[in-house]
Nanobody, 115 residues
Framework: VQLVESGGGLVHAGGSLRLSCEVS????????RSWYRQAPGEQREFVAR???????DYADSVKGRFTISRDIAKNTHHLQMNSLRPEDTAVYYC??????????WGQGTLVTVSS
């Protein structure tokens, strides 16, 4: 397993969770670190990304509530999720991209937000 997520769980609406993605050191030359999510019966969708120069990008639905960050020394990236809503309930997947190579995905971690 090359990407391992942690931090999912059950939280009430308005609460917070912090997801982490630990990336195997065998994966080098990472250009983009990102998070996606897939709600039941829905397509997997983009949530947030951080690129090699530190720039970040977010889905409109999470802007102002979620923050992506990285710890290069630990080869880890995080997703701080605040003001969670029931519609944020999904399996969250981390992903890394390298130039000229297929993306790597984690196995997913479930986030459930109760109303």
């Amino acid at each position: 397993v090359q990407l391992v997520e942690s931090g999912g769980g059950l939280v009430h609406a308005g609460g917070s969770l912090r997801l982490s993605c630990e990336v195997s050191r065998t994966i080098r030359g990472i250009m983009t670190r990102s998070w996606y999510r897939q709600a039941p019966g829905e397509q997997r969708e983009f949530v947030a990304r951080i690129v090699v120069n530190g720039d970040t990008d977010y889905a409109d639905s999470v802007k102002g509530r979620f923050t992506i960050s990285r710890d290069i020394a630990k080869n880890t990236h995080h997703l701080q999720m605040n003001s969670l809503r029931p519609e944020d309930t999904a399996v969250y997947y981390c992903r890394v991209d390298r130039n000229g190579s297929r993306p790597y995905w984690g196995q997913g971690t479930l986030v459930t937000v109760s109303s």
